[in-house]
């Protein structure tokens, strides 16, 4: 016979549990939203993730340990260099000297081929905050101070291996962050603006406005995601710069975007406009301008916000899937989806698995924004239970 040897509250943790209770009754809509996002532990974790996928993406110069573009036949394919800490000193014991393990590098008479084997005897020396090659932060500043590299910048460094260019695989990722990450936030802000704007209009007007833009959205929506992409894609010059092209990118992704944010913002006018507090900004003779921006849009944000962040991954996706088919993006840009046009062939699948770290990004970075946003929906509305 169990028996339950729980104390009940006493009176104080009743009072505190009133006051608390008090204070979330009288808290503002961004407080109650907080209070319920930290519940949601995996959301929680998600956030600390973008997080740091966009620090990565801001400092991308220093934290790379070379420039991406530079390249070294003689390491076509190299294969990660383990760590290690301790090395053997002249006095014959061991010292803390951070390092990674050097190559010995020999010819395979059947293929023609390199092959290389990690060499004990030989250690490449590795440091934090070192100098480097020399770049432009953010294309303003000039430094060559990098997070880490090797001591020596002639010895081989290739953390996560190379690619068929001898070019450092993590160097080439850490900047492909900025440009995959920058595609989804600058390509949903762009779907925001028209989608609110669109999606705005259709559900405070109603009617014949409504009717048409809603026409718009079911034919976007009805044409096959891909052949459009395909089709969009193709029919951009081949002889622009990759910075146009860049841009040219985040227009069609916007265009095609920017649907289901206009649903949201619709669904929400639409119940909205025959509120009390709208009804009441009428009669006080308010602007349209005014009643939408100053009443109707604030209680809009929060859901604004869960709408991108469940936006952004769909960008991430498109442009990584265009990219690969190597109609997006292009050399000498690198993206995610760049990077992985070198897993193409049968060699990079069973000689050179590294070369898929790029897409292990893609999928941290979208399951991460995804559970974010599940986490903020769910916040969104925090008188929900």
């Known amino acids: 016979m169990s028996v339950d040897t729980q104390l009940p509250p006493s009176d104080d943790d009743l009072l505190d549990r009133q006051i608390d209770a008090g204070r979330m009754q009288a808290a503002g809509q961004w407080v109650l939203i907080w209070h319920k996002f930290r519940k949601h532990k995996l959301a929680l974790v998600s956030l600390f993730v973008v997080g740091l996928?966009?620090?990565?993406?801001?400092?991308?110069?220093?934290?790379?340990?070379?420039?991406?573009?530079?390249?070294?036949?003689?390491?076509?394919?190299?294969?990660?260099?383990?760590?290690g800490l301790f090395a053997d000193d002249r006095q014959g014991g061991q010292s803390f000297q951070p390092h990674v393990t050097g190559y010995k590098i020999t010819l395979d008479v059947k293929s023609f081929r390199r092959v290389f084997v990690p060499d004990p005897d030989v250690i490449v020396p590795i440091g934090f905050f070192v100098q480097g090659q020399p770049y432009k932060m953010w294309g303003l500043f000039p430094s060559n101070l990098h997070f880490i590299g090797p001591l020596d910048q002639s010895q081989p460094f290739f953390l996560i291996g190379a690619d068929r260019l001898g070019r450092d695989l993590l160097s080439r990722t850490i900047h492909g962050t900025r440009i995959s990450m920058s595609i989804g936030l600058v390509g949903v802000g762009l779907s925001l603006l028209i989608g609110m704007t669109l999606g705005g209009i259709s559900g405070y007007y109603g009617g014949m406005v409504d009717r048409a833009i809603q026409r718009v959205i079911e034919f976007i929506r009805s044409v096959p995601t891909i052949p459009l992409w395909l089709g969009l894609a193709a029919a951009m010059p081949k002889d622009w710069p990759p910075l146009q092209i860049y841009f040219a990118i985040?227009?069609?992704?916007?265009?095609?975007?920017?649907?289901?944010?206009?649903?949201?913002?619709?669904?929400?006018?639409l119940s909205l406009r025959s509120d009390d507090f709208v009804i009441a900004a009428r009669l006080d003779g308010v602007s349209e301008f005014r009643?939408?921006?100053?009443?109707?849009?604030?209680?809009?944000?929060?859901?604004?916000?869960?709408?991108?962040?469940?936006?952004?991954?769909?960008?991430?996706?498109?442009?990584?899937?265009?990219?690969f088919l190597g109609l997006g993006l292009q050399p000498p840009i690198?993206?995610?989806?760049?990077?992985?046009?070198?897993?193409?062939?049968?060699?990079?699948?069973t000689q050179a698995p590294w070369l898929f770290v790029p897409g292990i990004c893609i999928v941290i970075a979208v399951l991460s924004l995804n559970f974010l946003g599940d986490g903020v929906r769910d916040a969104a509305d925090p008188y929900a239970k």
């Open 250 to 269: 985040l227009i069609i992704l916007s265009l095609i975007g920017w649907t289901e944010i206009a649903r949201v913002v619709r669904g929400r006018f």
């Open 53 to 83: 996928i966009y620090l990565v993406a801001l400092f991308a110069e220093f934290l790379a340990p070379a420039d991406p573009g530079k390249f070294d036949p003689r390491y076509t394919f190299a294969p990660p260099q383990s760590i």
């Open 334 to 349: 690198v993206s995610w989806g760049v990077l992985l046009q070198d897993t193409q062939n049968l060699r990079a699948i």
């Open 291 to 323: 009643l939408i921006m100053r009443h109707m849009m604030p209680s809009l944000y929060s859901h604004i916000i869960a709408a991108i962040t469940l936006a952004i991954p769909n960008m991430i996706l498109a442009e990584s899937s265009l990219s």
